[in-house]
């Protein structure tokens, strides 16, 4: 009775608790959708002073995929959430793309009441089992006052190491339980990534250090990790002290940028051509930096050819290292600091800048590039899609690639022409309709640039939907949609590898421009490829969300940057 009203109560709830503990941790956006479940949550959300934004999205794949965005380019933690059941099985894909992709991403997903498991309840879902083969860290809440460790735990796990992504179960009991607000702490250093960073051991530096004097001809290949690690000055201090070449991953682009005289842009199957392909191969030591060597950097382990060169693996993960090739020497730790130390090691060493191989491999390349770039063809050519785009973005803008056309078309052939995380896409799982929604959040992180999301129309039929979002928040996103009305890529394979035994991949014309214009985005359709340039650029500084059809032609029928299709 006379407790004065302006003293904030002992106990929280749960739900308000939860508010609290994102709150500590830094974040700002909360991409998600409502549902039975999560009332007491969005009760919470509604009530208290927390700063945050929530963005109502219109299916929680995309959700997650929102916050993937917004972290892959914020360099903070990216949250999401939704309802059980359903709520919890379309929250999925996004995570685990997250968490391949080294982006870390919460997803919370609200559940039903403890009391009720094992009952035949609606939307009852074993969500621990659901999700701990597919996060780095998970979670389900028993009782309300875990909440706090819980979360604090999930920051760690994703922030920490490689970045990964967590899910957390909260349940609707849960949500009303209490909390004692002493134990409503976190750190929000932890809601930024990398966080905790390690350096390798000074042993494996000197190694490393010793058969870099020695290389002749060493080559860098490049993943996510300098990215996220920002060791763009580091990589680049190092490359021009070896006078090396920097061969990137397409998430690793932004590593280096591809104006730089050491650059040779991407390798591997989807974005890597002949001409990158050889700079790799001439190497005499391959420095593996915060990449994984899997397939499709290295063309199924045979570009860099096993034992063809002496290889360097740097990356935070102790597993990664050494998976796919006998490493000559590894360092485990965080790309910043093992590249700083390196150039440490190798104070004494300046080699003369030596680029003319580099200079002639992206000369050959995009000799043929702006051939087929330059045609008047109909359908238009991809590589005109793409040449036109460069011509009317700049620099700072921020593209994302759905697999398709756009991904190896894009990573071959756009400049990326800073450092930093400009041009991205779906690279752990490709799965389709991936970049309007990742496009979403990367507005949210960074709003004062441009953000393109490039598609097939196989991807608009996956994400379609979210053009509301789009709307409703008046988001300035362009969307190109290329179009062919065929699931292009795979038609490519069965081209190459099956005697063009064509099967079940044709599909019917879509008007995209009317059906963005029905939700109401401004929109274009292009046939005519004269007229692609002025309405790009049309589209793009349009306010509000636009989107141009471009018709295309399809890619079995394009060159594709490397035609060689592997699983
Ligand atoms: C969810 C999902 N299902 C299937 C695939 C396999 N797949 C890879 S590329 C591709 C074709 C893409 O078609 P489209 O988006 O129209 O682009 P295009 O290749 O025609 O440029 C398919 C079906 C995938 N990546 N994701």
Known sequence: MNKPVDTPAATLTGAEAVVEMLRAHGVEVIFGLCGDTSLPLYDALVRLPHGMRHILTRDERHAAYMADGYARVTGKVGVCEGPSGGGATYLLPGLVEANESSAPVLGINTDISVSSRGRFTLTELD???????????????????????????????????????????????????????????????????????????????????????????????????????????????????????????????????????????????????????????????????????????????????????????????????????????????????????????????????????????????????????????????????????????????????????????????????????TLFSNRAHGALGYSMAASVGAHFGRPSVKTVAVMGDGSFGMCAGEMETLVRYRLPITLIVIRNAVYGWIKAGQKTGYGERYFSVDFGVTDHAKVAEAYGVKSWKVEDPAKLGAVLREAISTGGPTLVDVVCQPLHEAMAPVSEWVA
């Open 127 to 421: 969500q621990r089992a659901l999700m701990q083969p597919l996060t780095k860290w998970n979670a389900v809440l028993d009782r309300s006052a875990d909440i706090p460790r819980v979360f604090r735990a999930a920051f760690n796990a994703m922030t920490t190491g490689r970045p990964g992504a967590a899910h957390i179960a909260l349940p609707f009991d849960v949500q009303n339980g209490p909390v004692e607000r002493k134990d409503v702490w976190g750190d929000p250093t932890l809601g930024s990534y990398p966080s905790r960073r390690v350096a390798p051991d000074p042993f494996h530096v000197e190694l490393a250090a010793k058969l870099l004097r020695l290389s002749k001809r060493p080559v860098f290949i490049c993943g996510g990790g300098p990215v996220i690690a920002g060791a763009q000055e580091e990589l680049l201090e190092l490359a021009a002290r070896l006078s090396a070449p920097v061969a990137t991953t397409i998430s690793g682009q932004g590593s280096i940028s591809e104006e730089h005289p050491l650059a040779v842009g991407v390798v591997g199957s989807n974005g890597g051509t002949p001409e990158t392909r050889a700079i790799v191969d001439q190497a005499d030591l391959v420095v593996f930096v915060g990449c994984r060597a899997g397939s499709v950097t290295t063309e199924r382990w045979r570009h860099p050819a096993p034992g063809a060169s002496k290889v360097i693996h740097i990356d935070v993960d102790a597993k990664t290292v050494g998976t796919n090739y006998k490493v000559d020497v590894p360092l485990v730790g965080d790309a910043k600091f093992a590249l700083a130390a390196l150039n440490e090691a190798l104070s004494e060493l300046k080699r003369p800048l030596d680029a003319g191989a580099v200079a002639k491999a992206r000369a050959e390349k995009f000799a043929k590039f702006n051939a087929l770039a330059s045609s008047n063809d109909t359908p238009i050519k991809p590589e005109r899609v793409v040449a036109e785009l460069t011509k009317a973005l700049d620099a700072d803008a921020i593209v994302i690639a759905d697999p398709g056309t756009p991904c190896p078309y894009l990573s071959a052939y756009y400049p990326v022409r800073r450092t930093g995380r």
